[in-house]
């Protein structure tokens, strides 16, 4: 039996791929292997959204090589789509497959196997999500944004959605198989649907999930502000399945920037559905995501980010460091870029802010009863359960007995706080 490792780099919806990936070679009967031994083949999933994403994938084709010299290594995902003479060219590199092949690498790797007529969706989906207690679940792909220092409309190509039908069929296969909570992920989450005829929205599949018996939570990965309609505020106000806890980037707090990143709002309209969303459900939590040094980014520009942050009080925010990408906007239009050192120390800064503005919003829950899904035992800690609330903050629970996967009421206390 010949066996087989993986590797995933980048977003929800790369590692729902690598799901699909692995279930098709799992019955194609080949072995999946622990990290510490070496594989016949190679599977590494990469991601381009970041220089350092680039290296990091590059890294694990050359770490894979070393391991076995022998082995079959399989580079996929959003690196290949435009730097595959690069990739070619890293030692034991023996396939290079873009995504809209991804569904065909088992086959591509057996050139004794019969084509078969797998669409670039693949509406055969999944039926577990390996190493994990919440399942992924990818509705859409692509984006139709023109963010100017984005590289993923460029490697993923416009909005497609799957339909309803595939996607709630895949749901109920993976409550049956023990899943309680499902994550909504996408490219661009909230434009799916706009692409089907007739056009549907991210409420319809939310309607479909909520009817599931046995599936206790659906959660929705990021999500753009503009894509944020009084219809889904509604709903995540009304619906208990539908945990309180929105990913709504924001990038800059400052006009100036946003105009040059060609983001669709400014500081004003993302500050107000803020308010907007927490005036109907006070105790959600917003998680966002920040550029740091963006060209031209000034003092000023940097503190009006800070600024914003304090007024919307994060539960987390995810921090990017600005990432020249070759063939966006950004990249030939903006050349006044930020010093390494200064972005480095306003990265610090930032996360500062973010440490303060978590431990604020977290408070107002201590001594008070929430659910919280156990996800696994604290790697360093095995007298300790992990887990989440619906509005996403992570619990840690003292036990003897195995907890993973139940859904717990607790009483939040200090030391739940980390």
Not at 317 to 324: A, Q
């Amino acid at each position: 039996m010949q066996t087989i490792k993986f590797y995933t780099l980048g977003c929800k919806v790369n590692q729902y791929e690598t799901q699909v990936i692995r279930e098709q070679f799992s019955r194609g009967g080949f072995e999946e292997i622990d990290n510490g031994k070496i594989a016949d083949i190679y599977i590494i999933n990469t991601c381009t959204v970041t220089a350092n994403a680039d290296r990091d994938s590059r890294h694990l084709i050359s770490q894979a090589h070393r391991q076995n010299p022998q082995a079959k290594i399989v580079v996929t995902g959003c690196y290949t789509e435009l730097d595959s003479d690069e990739i070619a060219k890293i030692p034991g590199v023996t396939h290079i497959i873009k995504n809209k092949d991804k569904n065909r690498i088992i086959e591509l790797l057996n050139e004794h196997n019969e084509p078969n007529e797998l669409s670039e969706h693949n509406e055969i989906g999944i039926s577990s999500f390996s190493g994990h207690t919440r399942a992924f679940l990818k509705i859409q792909d692509g984006c139709n944004n023109s963010c100017s220092y984005c590289k993923v409309p460029l490697v993923r190509g416009i909005s497609r959605s799957r339909h309803l039908e595939a996607i709630l069929k895949e749901a109920e296969r993976l409550v049956k198989n023990g899943y309680k909570e499902i994550v909504l992920t996408g490219i661009c989450l909230g434009a799916y649907g706009q692409d089907l005829n007739p056009k549907i929205s991210i409420l319809d599949v939310i309607e479909g999930l909520e009817k599931i018996e046995g599936l206790l939570r659906i959660r929705l990965s990021s999500i753009e502000a503009a894509d944020i309609c009084d219809g889904l505020i509604d709903k995540m106000a009304q619906l208990k399945k539908l945990c309180r806890h929105l990913h709504i980037p924001l990038q800059s707090g400052d006009d100036e920037i946003l105009k040059k990143m060609n983001r669709k709002y400014c500081r004003d309209d993302y500050l107000a559905l803020i308010k907007r969303i927490k005036s109907l459900i006070p105790e959600i939590a917003i998680t966002t995501d920040i550029v740091v040094g963006f060209p031209g980014e000034s003092e000023i520009n940097f503190q009006g980010t800070l600024d914003l942050l304090k007024e919307i009080l994060p539960l987390e925010v995810h921090i990017f460091p600005y990432s020249r990408r070759e063939s966006t906007p950004a990249a030939s239009s903006f050349k006044d870029e930020i010093s390494p050192m200064l972005i480095k120390k306003r990265i610090a800064r930032l996360k500062n802010l973010s440490h303060a503005c978590a431990s604020i919003y977290k408070k107002q829950f201590l001594n008070k009863d929430m659910d919280v899904l156990i996800e696994k035992r604290v790697k360093d800690n095995p007298d300790f359960w992990e887990g989440h609330t619906d509005n996403y903050i992570r619990a840690l629970v003292k036990s003897s007995q195995n907890l993973k996967n139940q859904l717990l009421c607790v009483k939040l206390s200090l030391a739940d706080f980390p």
